[in-house]
């Protein structure tokens, strides 16, 4: 851990002796939290001052902090028990911003300081226990000026659009998994992303594109590809493995690391990974990499947001009753998921293996449930809910 922290301090002095270009990308390289019952206030160290803007939205009351051209290398920790911040999530919202959402216990107003700091600034959001009548008062502007933005300088909400690139896995010669009764995976995974694909249909303010809309092969790294053409804000490989534990079933949740976090993991990543003998030389060869100061970054402040949009991913299953695993998220090394520039998870809906899991995940009426339940976890993770 000291070897990490040294590392990230040598690329913030790097990055301090470069010259700032007139849209600088700012780094968060801490937060923390302080405050009481009453009063609450995050603090949030970065390299740069970027423009931002604070909003306050009911049902359920809830204060968004929206940072412009900013990159997280360190994660917002728990909110403190006993606070007036009931949760809290972040994630990324569209050209280059990154959003903090806080749900509110209470009626609270905020207050945005900005103060200089050893690592560049220091912006501390603070709220405070208000009256219902002020916190009503506070919703008719919609949006509370503060440096740098405000409301009328934001851009549209139908402008751009959070992009959700879901990838139904394998297809075309390549059928994936085989269930007991003969279904092929390609299929399920096919049905159920057009069935998320509606799902989000009727809004405007989130884009779904396929990697494929019908039964065709398409590789790994493509599927990549696609989901940065797309300049995609959360990417989402939908499968429905086969492994020789007939016994386990249930969904799980697969993020990217080098180390598989378990024998399972491994071995759905190797087979996953296998998917391209079917594709030709020039697709089985891994895209070598530029590795610079922002790239870096740019992927440990993904791998923050992938790790945590699949935390609250598994957490609303748990509440819609789905079946999952015992530690249903976990972690290997699945090429499909390196973009570095995209968060981006592995649903796996369930194992083929395993008769019952075979039965749901080819259910309409699961289907629906399901995709109602990753529908809502996309927009809660996009700021639009």
Not at 34 to 63: C, K, Q, W, Y
Not at 181 to 197: Q, S, T, Y
Not at 209 to 225: G, I, K, Q
Request: charged share 25%.
């Amino acid at each position: 851990m000291t070897k990490i922290w040294s590392c990230l301090f040598l690329i913030f002095a790097c990055l301090m002796w470069l010259p700032a270009p007139a849209n600088a990308t700012s780094v968060v390289t801490g937060m923390t939290w302080s405050g009481t019952a009453d009063e609450a206030m995050l603090s949030i160290e970065m390299t740069e001052n970027p423009s931002n803007a604070v909003t306050i939205l009911d049902a359920p009351r809830r204060i968004v902090l929206d940072l412009d051209d900013t990159v997280l290398a360190s994660p917002m920790p728990p909110v403190p028990e006993g606070s007036l911040i009931a949760a809290a999530r972040d994630g990324l919202a569209g050209d280059g911003r990154y959003r903090i959402v806080l749900e509110l216990s209470q009626p609270a107003l905020p207050r945005l300081d900005v103060a200089g700091g050893a690592a560049g600034t220091v912006l501390r959001l603070r709220l405070r226990t208000a009256s219902e009548e002020a916190f009503r008062e506070a919703l008719v502007s919609t949006s509370v000026p503060v440096h740098g933005r405000d409301a009328a300088a934001r851009p549209a909400p139908g402008q751009k659009p959070f992009t959700l690139v879901v990838d139904p896995g394998h297809g075309g010669i390549d059928n994936g998994a085989t269930g007991v009764d003969g279904v092929h995976e390609k299929d399920i995974n096919l049905a159920f992303a057009r069935r998320l694909r509606d799902v989000l249909a009727g809004r405007d303010d989130i884009a779904v594109v396929l990697t494929r809309d019908d039964d065709r092969f398409v590789p790994l790294s493509e599927r990549s590809d696609i989901a940065r053409r797309a300049s995609a804000d959360l990417f989402v490989s939908i499968h429905a493995d086969s492994i020789g534990y007939p016994s386990v079933r249930g969904a799980t949740v697969y993020t990217l690391s080098e180390q598989a976090s378990d024998s399972l993991a491994r071995d759905v990543a190797r087979s996953e990974n296998a998917a391209d003998r079917f594709a030709g030389p020039e697709w089985q060869q891994d895209t070598p990499e530029i590795h610079d100061i922002l790239m870096d970054l740019m992927r440990r402040e993904n791998e923050v947001l992938s790790v945590g949009f699949a935390d609250a991913l598994i957490a609303d299953l748990k509440k819609g009753q789905v079946r999952t695993i015992n530690n249903p998220r976990r972690s290997a090394g699945f090429r499909v998921l390196r973009a570095p520039d995209v968060p981006s998870v592995l649903f796996e809906l369930g194992y083929l293996s395993n008769a019952t899991d075979a039965e749901d995940v080819q259910s309409p009426q699961w289907q629906a449930r399901v995709a109602d339940i990753l529908a809502g976890a996309v927009s809660r993770f996009a700021g639009r809910d």
